[in-house]
C-alpha cells in the first residue's frame, strides 16, 4: 500500500523562525515528529513517502501515487489543511487526519473523509487493518492516555535532515498545571507519561548515526512534569554522550519551577541543554491568578528567570496580552519586566481561546467569544471581547512589540543574558554552517541593516567581554532579525 503523508505549510509566527532560517540555510525549524512516529506504526512492507510544506510543494503526482493521503496538522495550519484535503477529493483519493487541529475540532471539516482522534498509539493498529480491509470508518477516537513505553524510534529516513534547524524528540506528554487557557490537559492529561530512559537514547542514537550534530529539542509540553523521571533520563544523556562522542546539545520547554531544583539544573547543563522556554505569561499577579498560573505565583518571577541563566541555560519567555484583570499600564509593565529579565527571545501574544480549554467554557457562558482561534497568537486579532477593549488591546500590543524589537532594546536584553549566562557543559556544535551565518548576518545586519550600528556595537562587546558567548551573540542577532520582521508585519 502506498501512503503518502503531509505535513501542512505554517505561516510565519514567532515559532516559524522563518526569517532567521535563511541565514543558515535551513527551510524549516522542525519537521513533522508525529507525522514520522506514525509512520513507524505503519506496515513496514507498505510504500511511505513523507512532503514536508515547509520545505517543498506537493505535487499532484506525489497525490495520485497514493491509496491514502495522511495528513496531521494543530489550529495554526488550518487553510493548509483545507488545501491540501480539497486537492486530494478532487484527485480522487482519500484523506485520514489527526493531530491537535482535529482532536479538538474535526466536525469542522466535512471534506475529510477519516479522523484519528486523540493519541495514536492504541488507535492505528485498528486502523491499519481497515485499511487493508478496505473499509476504514469516518472516526477513531482513543479512550485515553496510552503508556508510551512502546512509542516506536522516529522514521527519520524518510526526510532530509540537512533541511532543518532541529530534530524533535518527546520524552513525555502531559503537564501537571491545569492553566485556563491551555489546551495541553484536553489532548494529552494532567499525569506526564515518560518513555523509558533507554528508548528516548535510541532515538537520539538513530539521529548520531545519522551524522545529526545540532540541535534537538525536546518537544514536551513540559519536560520537568515528573522530575524523578527526568533526572534519570539526563543521567543516561550524561552517560551516553560520554560513550557515544554524541555533540548534539538540547532545548526543551518547561515550567518556571525549575528555578527551585539546583541538582536538576546542574544535571540538564552537563546533558548538553542550552535553552529552555518558559511560560511566564505576565507579571501580573492578578491576572496569574486569573488563569490558574499558580507554578508562577510561588516564585519571585525576576529572579527564577536569573537562576536558570545562571545555571547556564538560555531563558526564552512566552507572554500573554489581554487577561481580564489586566490594567491599561500592561504594556508598559511588560515591555519592563522583559527588558530587566533579559529575555532576548521574548514571544509576545494575544491572549486567544483554543476550543475546549476552561477559558472557551467561561466565555462562552458569559457570550464573550467572537469566532474561531487561528492558533496564531502574533497576528493583531482577538477571538473574543476583553476587559481592556478591543482597540486599546490590540494597538497596544502592536506598540509593545515593536518597541521590544528595536534595535536598541533587543541587543540590551541580548547583552544582559551573555553577563549572566554562565558557560556550563558540552559546547555546541560549530561547522561549516554556522560561519556562512555569520558572513551573512555580517553582511545583511551589520552592512545593510536599518539597526546595523547596534549589531556591530553588540558583537564587540560580545567580543571584547563573553568571548566563550561569542556564538551565541551571533544567533541571539539572527533571531532579532526574525523577531523584528515578524513584528513589523504584525
Known amino acids: 500500500m502506498n501512503i503518502l503523508l503531509v505535513s501542512p505549510r505554517t505561516p510565519g509566527t514567532f515559532w516559524s523562525f522563518r526569517y532567521a532560517l535563511e541565514f543558515v540555510s535551513r527551510k524549516a525549524p522542525f519537521p513533522p515528529l508525529g507525522l514520522l512516529t506514525v509512520a513507524a506504526m505503519l506496515p513496514e512492507s507498505w510504500s511511505l513517502r513523507l512532503v514536508d510544506l515547509d520545505v517543498a510543494p506537493l505535487r499532484d503526482e506525489a497525490i495520485e501515487w497514493a491509496d491514502y493521503v495522511m495528513i496531521g496538522g494543530m489550529i495554526v495550519h488550518r487553510d493548509s489543511v483545507r488545501e491540501v484535503a480539497e486537492r486530494s477529493r478532487r ?86 498545571f491545569d492553566c485556563e487557557f491551555c489546551d495541553i490537559v484536553v489532548m494529552n492529561g494532567r499525569v506526564p507519561r515518560t518513555k523509558p530512559p533507554e528508548r528516548v537514547l535510541a532515538e537520539l542514537e538513530a539521529l548520531r548515526t545519522r551524522g545529526w550534530k545540532g540541535k534537538v529539542f525536546l518537544v514536551d509540553d513540559n519536560f520537568i512534569g515528573n522530575k524523578r523521571r527526568v533526572k534519570e533520563l539526563l543521567r543516561a544523556v550524561i552517560d551516553w554522550r560520554r560513550r557515544s562522542g554524541a555533540r548534539m546539545t538540547f532545548l526543551t520547554e518547561a515550567s518556571v519551577n525549575l528555578a527551585e531544583d539546583a541538582e536538576l539544573l546542574s544535571l540538564m547543563a552537563e546533558a548538553g541543554f542550552k535553552q529552555v522556554f518558559l511560560g511566564i505569561e505576565t507579571p501580573s499577579l492578578e491576572s496569574l491568578r486569573e488563569c490558574g498560573k499558580n507554578q508562577n505565583l510561588k516564585r519571585d518571577l525576576l529572579d527564577s528567570v536569573r537562576t536558570i541563566q545562571a545555571s547556564g541555560l538560555e531563558v526564552m519567555g512566552g507572554f500573554i496580552l489581554g487577561f481580564d484583570n489586566d490594567t491599561p499600564d500592561i504594556f508598559h509593565r511588560q515591555f519592563e519586566f522583559i527588558q530587566n529579565s533579559g529575555i532576548a527571545t521574548a514571544m509576545v501574544g494575544l491572549l486567544t481561546v483554543l476550543p475546549r480549554t476552561r477559558l472557551h467554557r467561561r466565555l462562552a457562558s458569559q457570550n464573550r467569544i467572537l469566532g474561531e482561534s487561528t492558533g496564531n497568537n502574533t497576528e493583531a486579532v482577538c477571538n473574543f471581547l476583553p476587559v481592556l477593549g478591543r482597540d486599546t488591546l490590540i494597538e497596544g500590543y502592536r506598540r509593545l512589540v515593536h518597541s521590544l524589537y528595536e534595535p536598541g532594546a533587543f541587543y540590551a536584553r541580548a547583552r544582559r543574558l551573555l553577563a549572566r549566562r554562565r558557560i556550563r557543559g558540552p559546547r555546541e556544535h560549530v561547522g561549516l554552517r554556522e560561519v556562512v551565518a555569520l558572513v551573512r548576518s555580517f553582511w545583511k545586519l551589520g552592512v545593510r541593516g536599518p539597526g546595523r550600528r547596534e549589531y556591530l556595537k553588540f558583537l564587540g562587546h560580545a567580543l571584547v567581554h563573553h568571548p566563550r558567548g561569542f556564538a551565541l551573540a551571533v544567533t541571539l542577532s539572527i533571531y532579532g532579525h526574525h523577531f523584528r520582521t515578524v513584528a513589523e508585519r504584525i
Request: aromatic residues 10%.
Open 91 to 176: 484527485l480522487g483519493r482519500p484523506v485520514i487526519a489527526g493531530g491537535p487541529l482535529f482532536t479538538t475540532g474535526h466536525q469542522g471539516f466535512p471534506e475529510i473523509d477519516h479522523f484519528v482522534l486523540g493519541e495514536a498509539e492504541e488507535i492505528v493498529p485498528a486502523l491499519v487493518r481497515d485499511m487493508i480491509e478496505g473499509r476504514v470508518e469516518h472516526v477513531y477516537r482513543a479512550d485515553g492516555f496510552p503508556s508510551l513505553d512502546r512509542t516506536p524510534v522516529p522514521r527519520w529516513d524518510l526526510i532530509d535532515p540537512s533541511h532543518y534547524a532541529a530534530m524533535p524528540v518527546q520524552f513525555s506528554r502531559g503537564c501537571p
